[in-house]
C-alpha cells in the first residue's frame, strides 16, 4: 500500500489491514461492512484474503489497492463513530445495512441474525442515516 509501512516481523491479518487502510485514505476514509464488524467484535469471514472494506467521499481518488475494496460514498457523520484504537468505522447500524445491501444473501443472513433483540449498543431503531435526495 504506497506510502504505509509497517516492520517485516509484523502479521498482516484482516485487522492490520484495516489499520493500514485507515492510514491510507485518512482523514475521510471509514472502514465498513465485513471489516467494520471485526471492530464491533463480530467476526465473520475476514481473513488476510478478504479485502478491507473503506469507504471514501466521492470525489477521494487513491490508486487501487488489491487488499482494499474502496467504495465511493458519501457517509453522514451520524453514521461514524471512532474505535478506541482511533480507527474511524460505521456505527452498528450503518455496518448492518451496509453487509445486508452488499453481500450475499447466505452471508447477510449469517451476518445479521433476525431472532436477536436490538440492544442500546445497536444504534437508533430507525437504521443508519441516509442522505436525503433533493
Do not use: N
Not at 504505509?4 to 485507515?22: N, Q
Not at 478491507?52 to 487513491?62: G, N
Not at 463513530?81 to 452471508?107: E, K, L, M, N, Y
Amino acid at each position: 500500500m504506497p506510502d504505509v509501512y509497517v516492520r517485516a516481523t509484523t502479521k498482516m491479518d484482516h485487522r492490520m489491514w484495516c489499520y493500514a487502510a485507515a492510514i491510507y485514505t485518512a482523514p475521510v476514509g471509514v472502514i465498513g461492512g465485513l471489516s467494520a464488524a471485526l471492530f464491533h467484535d463480530v467476526h465473520l469471514s475476514t481473513g488476510t484474503d478478504t479485502p478491507v472494506e473503506v469507504l471514501v467521499p466521492r470525489q477521494m481518488r487513491r490508486a487501487p489497492v488489491p487488499e482494499l475494496r474502496i467504495i465511493r460514498s458519501d457517509v453522514p457523520p451520524a453514521d461514524v463513530i471512532r474505535h478506541s484504537s482511533g480507527v474511524r468505522i460505521t456505527t452498528p447500524a450503518r455496518t448492518g445495512f451496509d453487509i445486508a445491501r452488499c453481500a450475499s444473501v447466505v452471508r447477510s443472513s449469517s451476518a445479521i441474525s433476525p431472532g436477536s433483540p436490538p440492544t442500546a449498543r445497536d444504534g437508533p431503531a430507525s437504521g443508519p442515516s441516509m442522505p436525503r435526495s433533493s
